[in-house]
T-cell receptor, first 113, second 113 residues
Framework: RKEVEQDPGPFNVPEGATVAFNCTYS??????FFWYRQDCRKEPKLLMS???SGNEDGRFTAQLNRASQYISLLIRDSKLSDSATYLC??????????????FGKGTKLSVIP | DTAVSQTPKYLVTQMGNDKSIKCEQN?????MYWYKQDSKKFLKIMFS???????INETVPNRFSPKSPDKAHLNLHINSLELGDSAVYFC????????????FGQGTRLTVV
C-alpha cells in the first residue's frame, strides 16, 4: 500500500465549480498534514496546513479525519488560476528526532473557462 | 530575493559524466533536503541534512553524494550519470527537523543523453 494515495485526476471543471480532492495515508503515527500546490514546471509550494478541527483559507477548506486516515481539500468558486497539481503531504516521524515529508503523486486540476 | 536557490536550472549531459547541483538557502533554516521528481511526477526524498549532518539517506545509489559545507548550503554531486537519473531535482529547506513547512528551490531539470 502506498504511503500517501491520491486520485491522480485529471479533474476538468468549469470556472465557478466546487471541486474536492481526497487523500489517504497509511502511517497512523503521522503527525502533521499539508496540501501543497505545484504549477507546471515549477516547485511545490505550501497551500495550507490541515488540522483535525478543519481549517479554511478563503475559497479553500481542508479537513482531516485521523480515525480514517483521510485528508480532503475543497475548492469553491474555482478560478482559472487554480489550475495546478495539488499534492497531499504527510509528515511522519522517521527516527533520530527527525520527521520526513511524504508526498502523494498529486491530483491535477484544470479549470476551464 | 530568492529563499532557496539552486543552480543550474537545466542540465543536459552525456551518460557517464559527473555533475553537481548547488543549493543555497537564505532563510536561516537548520534543515535541508534533496528530492527527486521523476517523469511520473512522483516527488521522493533522497537526503536530508540538519546543521550539516546527514539525517536521512533513502535508498539512493552511492553515485549520489550530498555535501553540506555549512547549514545554508547543500550540494548534490552525481557520478557516472545514467539515463535513469533524468528527472527534476528539488532542493528544499525547513526551519528544523520537526513538523514544519518545507520551502523548495525552483528545481534542476537533469537530462542524461
Amino acid at each position: 500500500r502506498k504511503e500517501v494515495e491520491q486520485d491522480p485526476g485529471p479533474f476538468n471543471v468549469p470556472e465557478g465549480a466546487t471541486v474536492a480532492f481526497n487523500c489517504t495515508y497509511s502511517n497512523s503515527a503521522s503527525q502533521s498534514f499539508f496540501w501543497y500546490r505545484q504549477d507546471c514546471r515549477k516547485e511545490p509550494k505550501l497551500l495550507m496546513s490541515v488540522y483535525s478541527s478543519g481549517n479554511e483559507d478563503g475559497r479553500f477548506t481542508a479537513q482531516l479525519n485521523r480515525a480514517s486516515q483521510y485528508i480532503s481539500l475543497l475548492i469553491r468558486d474555482s478560478k482559472l488560476s487554480d489550475s495546478a497539481t495539488y499534492l497531499c503531504v504527510v509528515n511522519s516521524y522517521s527516527g533520530a528526532g527527525s520527521y520526513q515529508l511524504t508526498f502523494g503523486k498529486g491530483t491535477k486540476l484544470s479549470v476551464i473557462p | 530575493d530568492t529563499a532557496v536557490s539552486q543552480t543550474p536550472k537545466y542540465l543536459v549531459t552525456q551518460m557517464g559524466n559527473d555533475k553537481s547541483i548547488k543549493c543555497e538557502q537564505n532563510l536561516g533554516h537548520d534543515t535541508m533536503y534533496w528530492y527527486k521528481q521523476d517523469s511520473k511526477k512522483f516527488l521522493k526524498i533522497m537526503f536530508s541534512y540538519n546543521n550539516k549532518e546527514l539525517i536521512i539517506n533513502e535508498t539512493v545509489p552511492n553515485r549520489f553524494s550530498p555535501k553540506s559545507p555549512d547549514k545554508a548550503h547543500l550540494n548534490l554531486h552525481i557520478n557516472s550519470l545514467e539515463l535513469g537519473d533524468s528527472a527534476v531535482y528539488f532542493c528544499a529547506s525547513s526551519q528544523d527537523l520537526g513538523i514544519t513547512e518545507a520551502f523548495f528551490g525552483q528545481g534542476t531539470r537533469l537530462t542524461v543523453v
